[in-house]
């Protein structure tokens, strides 16, 4: 009796240590897929800023503006301003998100170390 009872503590130990030597496998395989979304998301973040820089020329390194009548749907000058205000301060407050979470992941990996 005694001897079972010593032998399926030993089995439940070594299932133990078997199954956290795997989560932490699997950690650094979670780890290294968020890193990559991660660079993705900022690499989409750049694609981004450089687009909207784009489409609004007269904004950047003072382009002569451009001759084109508006219409009277097209957006005036200040809220074109607003409107790259308010992405550029998105993209940075997720970029902001995204060095944080990249902050935790690299402390969650050295702590597992």
Known sequence: ML???GLMVAIALLTLLLWQG???A???A?????????RSQLSQLRAQVNQLSRQNP???RGAPPSRTPRSPTDPTDPQIIDR???LAIEAKD???ALENRVSKLEQTTRGTR
């Open 3 to 5: 001897r079972r009872v």
């Open 84 to 86: 790259l205000a308010t």
């Open 30 to 38: 979670n780890l290294q897929a968020d890193i990559f979304q991660l």
């Open 22 to 24: 795997r989560t932490a």
């Open 26 to 28: 699997q950690s650094a």
């Open 94 to 96: 997720r970029l902001s």
């Open 58 to 60: 007269s904004s950047v």
